[in-house]
Structures are given as C-alpha cells and as structure tokens.
C-alpha cells in the first residue's frame, strides 16, 4: 500500500540526530528523503561508536533508515548549483546549520522559497534565528542544564543527570515533523504556498517538560529533584523486592486500596494519612518504607503478576534487550527486519496508509550517481 506522503520529495541537510529523526519518520511514512552529505565523511554519526563489522556506526543506523543519499560539497561551485536545484524542486527542505550558515550558499529560506514558493522550509536551531542565542551551539547535553531538565534528573542528594539518550534532540525533531505535517496540509488550503517552520531545541525543551514547567511558571517556585519519585502522585517510584528493584505506578486511590490488599496491609489501607493522594505524596517516606517492609517477602516477579492482576501498574526495570523481548510478548511487533537490518518499528500504526522500513540506512553516497544525473537534466 502506499505511504501517507508518497509524492512528496523532500531535500534533507541537516545531520546528527534531531533533523536526521526527523526525516527518517517521513521517509517511514512514504516521502522520498535525499539525505545531502559532504563527500569528506559525510554526517558526522557516522563516525560514532560502537559499529558493526561492516563499519556501520549504530548511531547512524537508528534514525537513516528508508533515505537515498548523495555527497554534495556546498563549497563547490557546482555542487551547490546541484543543491540549489533540489532544493528548488522538494516539497520539504530541513537543515539544522547554525544561521546565516545556509545563507552562505543560496540555500537559506528567503532565497528557496523566492525559487520555490510551495516548498516547506524547516529550520531547527539550538536557541533560534533572531536573538542573542542565534550564534550558540544547540548541543543536547548543553540545553538538557541550561532548560533545566538536569535540575529535575538525578538523585535527591546527588548532583544533577543528564537523561541517559539525547531527548531533548528527539523532542526537537518530534517537534519539527509535527510542524512539517501540519504546513504540509496548510499548502492546500492557500494556494499551494509553502511557509517556514522553525524549531529551537531550547524551547522545545522548556515546552516538553510540561508539567514541570507549568509548576514553575504558576508557582513561580523551581520543582525540586525527586530522584525515582513523581512529585504529584504517589506511591509512583522503585520499590524493592526480595530479589531486587522494580516499579509500581500508582495513578489514583482506587489503586492505592488494591496495592494494600495485594501485599496484605490493611494497616495501610485503613491509615487516614495515606488515604488520598495528596496525603501520601506529603507522607511518602512512611509510604515507601512501610510497602518496603512487606514487598521484601516475595520477588519482583511475582509481586509485578499479582498487582498486574489486581489492575495496578507494575513491572521490571529493564534493559533494553529486555524491553524488546517483553514489547514482543505484549504483542508490540518492536522490530522491522529492514533488508536484513533490525530496526525499532516506527510508533505510529495507520491502517489505510501504513508505514514501512524499506531501504536500511544508506551508505555514504550510495545514490550520487541516479542523483546527480536527476538533477542535471535541464528538462526536469
């Protein structure tokens, strides 16, 4: 069946992780991304470990799938005429230079849309075009502490954590492909006119903390660290079993009672303290301490299947190659077989339209040579 975006090109130079995320989703949806790379490496993941013994750096793999690509020096004269070309024929362009860096080259979004007023123009910067943030590098781990994630990551007495993947990246290229689809469907209703969609990492972040930042903004009081805790529900952390840690999550009082029933604690159940919400949030070390003392008897696994059956969310702290094995008993289907290539199953399940890994994640200019002819031919 074919994709949702099938017939759309789309002119890819951004590079790392953020842009890359992105275009890979619209390529899973059926748009044909031509990835631009320098002939001297290419994207610079391609050069991060760990590799396969093919060279191929896992990085790179987890977000290039289903993309052609084709190596362009934008320092060339030629070469940039060939860019300027796709560029002018693509429904979609992203970058994620720093500003004024596309500009150098007759790509940026005033001077693509002058040439290509359909096209969709998408930037995604650290800290935006405009202000004072516009020359700074938009590194992840960097805006994971100045947008103040790593203020609410860590241990309560430790020092501050970074969230172990690049999230604010991914929250970024989530972002910019949201902003893509939508200007995408903009087009049809103005007059097939394209327009410019801009993403700064910095306020995808502050945006993205939801919660977090609301309380921060009403209250005008910085949320503090809660290490494994939620700071709004509780008993919602790690507890521990007779043979190690796993995770209850409890969403409401209703599931309060039942935990008390499953681990046989009517003293907790009958505790006014501990009988709303609000009351085991301001309690929660003697909440935690007192499920402690009667979790400790039976093991994570069967404490996670009888709160499970009792309709109480509970599980394992996994690794990853156990979050896959236990989204394959759920019935999940995580992973596309891509040519041979496993792959993470794209997120989105669309009935009439499907998505698909078809092409694993290309070789540096693997496509240059149907490319470049393609953009060569005057008649197109």
């Given amino acids: 069946m074919a994709g949702a975006l099938d017939g759309i090109l789309v002119a890819d130079f951004s590079r790392v992780l953020a842009g890359p995320l992105c275009t890979m989703h619209l390529a899973d949806m059926g748009a044909d991304v031509v990835k631009v790379e320098r002939p001297d490496g290419g994207d610079d993941t391609r050069h991060w470990p760990p590799f396969l013994q093919d060279g191929t750096s896992t990085y ?40 004024g860096v596309m500009a150098s080259f007759d790509l940026d979004s005033e001077s693509v849309l002058a040439r290509n007023p359909g096209v969709i123009y998408c930037s995604i910067t650290g800290f935006g075009t405009d202000g004072d943030g516009a020359d700074m590098p938009g590194f992840d781990f960097l805006i994971q502490g100045m947008g103040g994630l790593m203020s609410l990551t860590g241990p309560v007495d430790g020092e501050p954590y970074r969230v172990g993947v690049a999230m604010v990246d991914v929250l970024a290229g989530l972002h910019s492909l949201i902003g893509i689809l939508a200007a995408l469907n903009a087009r049809h209703t ?31 009081r ?26 209850i999550a409890t969403g409401n009082d209703r599931q309060w009672q039942r935990i008390c029933e499953v681990i046989d604690a009517p003293e907790l159940a009958a505790d006014e303290r501990f009988s709303t919400n609000a009351g085991r949030v301001t309690h929660i070390e003697e909440v935690a301490a007192a499920m ?89």
């Fill in 292 to 380: 402690n003392s009667h979790l400790i008897r039976k093991t994570a696994a069967r404490w996670t299947e009888e709160l499970l059956s009792a309709r109480v969310p509970a599980g394992p702290i996994n690794t990853l190659t156990e979050a896959f094995a236990d989204a394959a008993r759920l019935g999940l289907d995580p992973i596309w077989d891509v040519q041979g290539v496993p792959s993470p199953r794209a997120p989105i399940k669309m009935s009439a339209t499907p998505l698909a890994g078809r092409i694993p994640p290309p070789q540096l200019g693997a496509d240059s040579e149907d490319i470049r002819g393609w953009l060569a031919d005057e008649s197109e």
């Fill in 60 to 99: 790179y793999a987890s977000i290039n799938r289903n993309k052609r690509s084709v190596t362009l020096d934008l320092s060339d004269d030629g070469d940039r005429e060939l860019a300027r070309r796709l560029a002018d024929r693509a429904d979609v362009v992203i970058e994620n230079f720093r500003p």
């Fill in 190 to 220: 103005n007059g097939g006119k394209g327009q410019v969609v801009e993403v700064a990492l910095m306020q995808s972040l502050l945006a993205g903390m939801v919660n977090a930042s609301s309380a921060a903004l009403l209250t005008g």
């Fill in 222 to 247: 910085d949320p503090e660290r809660a290490g494994n805790r939620h700071a709004s529900v509780a008993p919602y952390e790690v507890f521990h079993a007779s043979d190690g840690p796993f995770i």
